[in-house]
């Protein structure tokens, strides 16, 4: 399984554009990035998700580089309410029933 | 369309007491997962099913026994609970090529 590796923590203001990158410099062809955030004490929530294209959606978008080793994943107008632990993870595009591992994500802080 | 239901959401036992935590979801799902959370960790993997009577390991399973009777419900059991065991419990439920969905957790405590 390819590897991910992200910053332990970022702060963003209130308005403004949170970009948040993942390392992923092992993923195979065949493996989607995917993007989960969880807010505090809640159930990890879905984001996003990609394979090599570019990805939008009424969340975030998801830009993934030419290489597919990093991508970056941007809410494009954080609010407070985007203040949560975000998770990039790798998984095979034929899964069979591939289990999350979720690592240690990048804790997110929307300032005012 | 609820999701995935987890029930209960509270719960303390005394340390040796078993109690079965439930985990139901209403969209046909294949895949069904136990995770437990740590404070101030990650989620890390109990067990899993692929499909309806099938259940595998994951990363953390002793202690832990789980089944998967029907579709839309993934039990998982503790037989004999100890204080190493006080976590929040999240079930996840998917299918190929789309996002996992998680219920709301499980809050256990063992004393």
């Known amino acids: 399984d390819a590897k991910t590796t992200q910053p332990p923590s970022m702060d963003c203001a209130e308005g403004r554009a949170a970009n948040l990158p993942c390392n992923h410099s092992t993923i195979s062809g065949n493996e989607y990035v995917y993007w989960y955030r969880q807010i505090h004490s809640q159930g990890p929530q879905y984001i996003i998700h990609g394979l090599k294209n570019n990805e939008t959606n009424e969340m975030a978008s998801l830009i993934i580089t030419e290489d597919r080793k990093s991508s970056t994943l941007i809410l494009p107008h954080a609010t407070l309410r985007d203040t949560a632990v975000y998770y990039c993870i790798v998984r095979p595009v034929s899964n069979s029933g591939y289990a999350l591992n979720f690592g240690k994500g990048t804790s997110l802080l929307v300032t005012p | 369309n609820a999701g995935v239901t987890q029930t209960p959401k509270f719960r303390v036992l005394k340390t040796g007491q078993s109690m079965t935590l439930l985990c139901a979801q209403d969209m046909n799902h294949e895949y069904m997962y136990w995770y437990r959370q740590d404070p101030g960790m990650g989620l890390r993997l109990i067990h899993y099913?692929?499909?309806?009577?099938?259940?595998a390991k994951g990363e953390v399973p002793d202690g832990y026994n789980v089944s998967r009777l029907k579709k839309q419900n993934f039990l998982l059991g503790l037989e004999s609970a100890a204080p190493s065991q006080t976590s929040v419990y999240f079930c996840?439920?998917?299918?190929?090529?789309?996002?996992?969905?998680f219920g709301s957790g499980t809050r256990l405590t063992v004393v």
């Open positions: 996840a439920s998917g299918r190929n090529n789309y996002g996992y969905t």
């Open positions: 099913s692929v499909g309806e009577g099938t259940t």
